[in-house]
């Protein structure tokens, strides 16, 4: 199964983008990204996902590398609200029981 | 719309007990997951449900059940709790299997 690595915490200034990086070198061809994140044990909340493209929505933009090893989630104005841990998880098309969140990073948004 | 609602948010039991955890999906998504998740395991998947038939089951003892009713509402039973199925039990909805799941606020379940 494809797994993702992430920095354990980033800090991000208020206001600034923050830029959060994910390695998924493992990744097959049917195989999404996708970006949650948990604020405080509260139930995880969907951000974006991708497979090869670039996406933004409402809340985030997904940077996908044209090898697909590696994706960045941009949150283009960060607010405290958005402090949380983010998870980076890779996803089978096929293959539901791999949902696999890893440990996530924890980004910590200062005034 | 309403998001996945999940009752009860707490829940204190005892060894031995058995606990019954109710999920309402997002209206018109058929799809409902459940998950464990605990400090030291992360987030594991338990069971799937669609169109009140399981599709899928994780890796956990047949202490764990689910069922899914006609209305895509959806309920877990463990059944003599251990001290180690504390945990934040979440449910997930989608509108059909394999697409994009929203998680609901979870239960926080603590066997003492």
């Known amino acids: 199964d494809a797994k993702t690595t992430q920095p354990p915490s980033m800090d991000c200034a208020e206001g600034r983008a923050a830029n959060l990086p994910c390695n998924h070198s493992t990744i097959s061809g049917n195989e999404y990204v996708y970006w949650y994140r948990q604020i405080h044990s509260q139930g995880p909340q969907y951000i974006i996902h991708?497979?090869?493209n670039n996406e933004t929505n409402e809340m985030a933009s997904l940077i996908i590398t044209e090898d697909r090893k590696s994706s960045t989630l941009i949150l283009p104005h960060a607010t405290l609200r958005d402090t949380a841990v983010y998870y980076c998880i890779v996803r089978p098309l096929y293959n539901f029981n791999k949902f696999y969140f890893g440990s996530g990073t924890k980004l910590n948004v200062k005034p | 719309k309403a998001g996945v609602t999940q009752t009860p948010r707490y829940l204190i039991k005892t060894r031995g007990q058995q606990v019954t955890l109710s999920c309402s999906p997002i209206s018109g998504h058929r799809s409902v997951s459940w998950y464990q998740q605990t400090p030291g395991q992360g987030l594991q998947f338990l069971f799937e449900?669609?169109?009140?038939?399981?599709?899928n089951k994780g890796n956990f003892p047949g202490r764990f059940s689910g069922r899914q009713f006609s209305n895509s509402r959806s309920e877990m039973n463990v059944s003599t709790l251990e001290l180690g199925d504390s945990a934040l039990y979440l449910c997930a909805s989608s509108f059909r299997p394999l697409e994009t799941q929203y998680f609901g606020p979870g239960t926080r379940l603590l066997v003492l």
């Open positions: 991708g497979l090869k």
């Open positions: 449900y669609f169109s009140e038939t399981q599709r």
